[in-house]
């Protein structure tokens, strides 16, 4: 009876040592896991508290600057700078427009000067061809002027010509006269008496419309038109 008492004795301690070693892992897992959140939320608290204090330094610089902005703005000073720059831009905005302005007046201007070379060109190329035709009018005319002296040289030649054979066949006729009729060298010659020795009974015309004369029977018979001689 003792010997079963101690060995259910024995069977209780064992269980009470696994249970209190059970207990105690749960304590050690709580306790860690405690720490752990502990050390999360205070990091957490601390990076709040790091965000906090950056956000506070930029919000104190913002009122440096804009106490300072306003401080500048207030200034006489800066206030007659910021009206001297207002004109200055001002004026240069106006330089710009009239920059631009200009340009395009020299835009304009350059398009009419390149239109006024290329009419300039044109004009010296007719003036060329002009001159051109100008020079072969004044050949052609000189080469018509040449043919009409050649026509009328060779037409006054022929006229000369026929004229001196009139007048050989005058001085002829009037040779044979004066012979059958025994005339001197000094007697005049009379027209009417000289026809009847002429070619065809007519006394001759001289084709450029010259006028015969005939005087005595040692003089030759003459022709009113200079050249038209024996």
């Known amino acids: 009876m003792p010997i079963q008492n101690a060995s259910r004795w024995s069977q209780a301690g064992l269980r009470g040592s696994g249970l209190l070693k059970m207990l105690v892992v749960v304590a050690v897992i709580g306790a860690v896991a405690l720490g752990w959140m502990w050390t999360s939320e205070k990091t957490a608290h601390q990076a709040d508290a790091e965000k906090i204090t950056q956000v506070t330094q930029e919000l104190e610089k913002l009122r440096?600057?804009?106490?300072?902005?306003?401080?500048?703005?207030?200034?006489?000073?800066?206030?007659?700078?910021?009206?001297?720059?207002?004109?200055?831009?001002?004026?240069?905005r106006g330089e710009v427009r009239q920059l631009r302005e200009d340009k395009k007046q020299l835009d304009k201007t350059r398009a009419e000067n390149a239109a006024?070379?290329?009419?300039?060109?044109?004009?010296?190329?007719?003036?060329?061809?002009?001159?051109?035709?100008?020079?072969?009018?004044?050949?052609?005319?000189q080469a018509q002027v040449q043919a009409q002296q050649m026509v009328a040289s060779s037409v006054g030649a022929s006229q000369r010509n026929a004229c001196i054979a009139n007048l050989k066949q005058i001085d002829g006729a009037t040779q044979q006269w004066a012979l059958?009729?025994?005339?001197?060298?000094?007697?005049?010659?009379?027209?009417?008496?000289?026809?009847?020795?002429?070619?065809?009974?007519?006394?001759?015309?001289?084709?450029?419309?010259?006028?015969?004369?005939?005087?005595?029977?040692?003089?030759?018979?003459?022709?009113?038109?200079?050249?038209?001689?024996l």
């Not at 401080?71 to 006489?76: C, E, I, L, M, T």
């Not at 009419?119 to 002009?130: D, H, I, K, P, T």
């Open 64 to 92: 440096a600057q804009n106490t300072e902005l306003q401080r500048v703005a207030g200034d006489p000073a800066t206030k007659e700078r910021q009206r001297k720059d207002s004109e200055e831009l001002i004026t240069l």
């Open 116 to 141: 006024l070379r290329e009419a300039s060109q044109q004009l010296r190329q007719v003036q060329v061809e002009n001159n051109q035709l100008r020079n072969q009018a004044q050949q052609a005319q």
């Open 180 to 229: 059958e009729h025994r005339l001197t060298a000094e007697s005049p010659v009379v027209p009417a008496g000289i026809v009847e020795y002429l070619k065809g009974r007519m006394f001759p015309v001289c084709p450029a419309g010259g006028t015969y004369s005939v005087t005595t029977v040692r003089q030759p018979p003459t022709c009113s038109v200079p050249g038209h001689s």
